[in-house]
């Protein structure tokens, strides 16, 4: 293992985060489902307190999260391979920093569960600043994140990147916005979810392909 590697699982074991996740919307959209509004509520500073864990992976000047695939739970995704086609070291298991719709998703589904919390208890000014934080993500999303040319949610590798350029190449984990109500319209999710059906996008016989089929690393090991 490199010693890189070695370093940054050290510090997300110092860290109280390890893993993407959307709890803080599964919290809320609980609360909806079985009325307990008030154990959303006692869970408030909590919420926020868990929130600000993860600013060290926001980067302001593109207004996006990232991390690495590994973490996102999705090793061996493209990034590791673009960013390494040579396989020379374990960067393609663990994949390098990068911006994806995965994780900008949960952070926005994340943002909008502690403002629509924050409205069931009348605390309109973190409610509005989180109103607000969850649409800065979901705009820079569509910015960066949304490729019109493969009309797809796509990963964007940080390193050595200063522009911003898409990867070539469409993942399952472009779907993910859509769970959380990103994009749902006809400009985005209509040629998206057609890659679902097609042979050569992510139609295989046991199951969508984390990888369309078409790709040049779908073999890869």
């Known amino acids: 293992m490199s010693q890189s590697r070695v370093m940054f699982e050290q510090s997300l074991t110092d860290s109280r985060i390890r893993y993407t996740h959307w709890i803080l919307d599964a919290l809320y959209r609980r609360s909806q489902v079985d009325g307990d509004q008030q154990f959303a509520a006692d869970q408030m500073s909590d919420m926020i307190r868990m929130w600000n864990e993860w600013d060290y992976s926001f980067d302001s ?6 991390f690495t695939p590994d973490f ?14 040579t396989g020379s070291s374990d960067l393609q298991y663990v994949g390098p920093d990068t911006y994806r719709p995965s994780i900008n998703a949960y952070m926005k589904a994340n943002a909008l569960a502690i403002a629509n919390t924050a409205t ?3 605390n309109s000014a973190v409610a509005s600043n989180f109103t607000r934080i969850a649409a800065n993500i979901e705009s820079a999303m ?3 994140l949304w490729d019109p040319v493969q009309q797809f949610y796509v990963d964007v590798i940080r ?13 399952e984990v472009g779907l993910f916005p859509f769970r959380f109500g990103i994009g749902l319209n006809s400009t985005y999710a209509s ?18 392909s984390t990888l369309e089929v078409r790709n040049q690393y779908y073999d890869a090991t």
């Open 61 to 66: 000047s593109a207004g996006l999260y990232y």
């Open 142 to 144: 569509q910015d960066h």
């Open 72 to 85: 996102d739970a999705q090793e061996y995704s493209l990034p590791g391979y673009v960013a390494d086609p």
């Open 159 to 171: 390193p050595n990147n200063p522009n911003l350029t898409r990867i070539t190449g469409r993942e």
């Open 120 to 122: 069931q208890i009348h």
């Open 191 to 208: 040629p998206a979810i057609q890659e679902l059906f097609d042979p050569n996008g992510f139609l295989t016989t046991y199951g969508p």
